[in-house]
C-alpha cells in the first residue's frame, strides 16, 4: 500500500498531457478559501489607496488648518472602517472555518448584511474623500475656468 501523500500527488494523464492529481477535498478547501483571502487584500489595497489621496491632500492643503484638521479626521475615519470591517470578516464566523465550510457546528454573521455594511462604509468613505478638496478649490484665486480643471483633475481619482 503506497502512502497517501504519494496517492495524492500521483501523475495522471489528460489529453496526453501528464499532470498532478490532487485529490477534491483539498483542491475544495483551496478554492473555497480564495474569497476571504481576497477580499482582506481588497479591503487592505482599497484602505491604502485612500489614505495616500488623502495624504496627497494633507501636503496640498497644508496652508489651511481646518482642512488639515477635516483630512486628518477623514483619514482617522478610513482606518477606523478598515479595522472594523477586517474584524468583520475574520471574526464573523466562529470558528473562521465556518466561512468556507458547510459544517453545522459554526455560527457565522449574515454575509449579505456584512456585505452592506461593508458597501455602504466603503461609499461614505469614498464620498468623503472626493468631496474634501472642493471647498478649498474652490477658494483659490484663480479663473473659473482653472478652478474647473483642478476639480476634474481630483475628481478622476474617484474612478
Given at each position: 500500500m503506497e502512502p497517501s501523500i504519494v496517492r495524492r500527488c500521483r501523475r495522471k494523464h489528460v489529453q496526453g498531457i501528464k499532470t498532478p492529481h490532487v485529490s477534491n477535498q483539498?483542491?475544495?478547501?483551496?478554492?473555497?478559501?480564495w474569497p476571504l483571502i481576497t477580499t482582506m487584500l481588497y479591503l487592505t489595497a482599497m484602505s491604502a489607496l485612500k489614505i495616500s489621496v488623502l495624504l496627497l491632500y494633507l501636503r496640498l492643503f497644508s496652508v489651511n488648518r481646518r482642512a488639515k484638521m477635516v483630512i486628518r479626521i477623514t483619514m482617522g475615519i478610513v482606518v477606523i472602517f478598515f479595522v472594523a470591517i477586517l474584524f468583520l470578516y475574520l471574526f464573523g464566523c466562529q470558528p473562521l472555518k465556518?466561512?468556507?465550510?458547510?459544517?453545522?457546528?459554526?455560527r457565522c454573521l449574515d454575509q449579505a448584511s456584512v456585505l452592506l455594511g461593508t458597501a455602504a462604509l466603503n461609499m461614505a468613505s469614498n464620498f468623503l474623500t472626493l468631496v474634501i478638496p472642493l471647498p478649498l478649490v474652490w477658494r483659490l484665486q484663480t479663473t473659473k475656468k482653472e478652478k474647473l480643471s483642478a476639480m476634474a483633475v481630483l475628481a478622476t481619482g474617484s474612478l
Open positions: 483539498a483542491n475544495l478547501l483551496t478554492r473555497a478559501q465556518g466561512l468556507w465550510s458547510s459544517s453545522p457546528d459554526g
